[in-house]
């Protein structure tokens, strides 16, 4: 049989320019786990990228940020959950994780 495994389980969530607290998956939860972060910067000046957990924001990326592709690895459980992004207009972030449904 081919294909990836199931118990693997990874699943991945776009955040989109200019958003503002964007919950990854339905409805989040504490305990859902943040494996990676690849983040995409198309416009230095407006790069900035904020991750929070429930209400704290554990990692920030500045504005500024040179032009490129960033793998960012979190690998962390939410504690006070849900994982939360929030992102500049000049940048992009795809989450992967395993998120509440």
Excluded: C
């Excluded at 081919?2 to 964007?22: H, K, L």
């Amino acid at each position: 049989m081919a294909g990836v495994s199931y118990p693997y389980r990874y699943q991945y969530e776009t955040v989109a320019v200019s958003q503002s607290n964007q919950v990854l998956g339905v409805t989040g939860a504490a305990g859902d786990y943040l494996h990676r972060l690849v983040v995409a910067v198309a416009t230095a000046a407006t790069s900035t990228v904020s991750v929070i957990d429930g209400s704290t924001t554990i990692l920030a990326i500045p504005a500024n940020t040179p032009v490129g592709v960033y793998d960012v690895d979190i690998e962390a459980a939410a504690v006070t959950g849900p994982w939360k992004i929030t992102t500049g207009a000049g940048v992009t972030v795809l989450a992967v994780g395993i998120f509440s449904a």
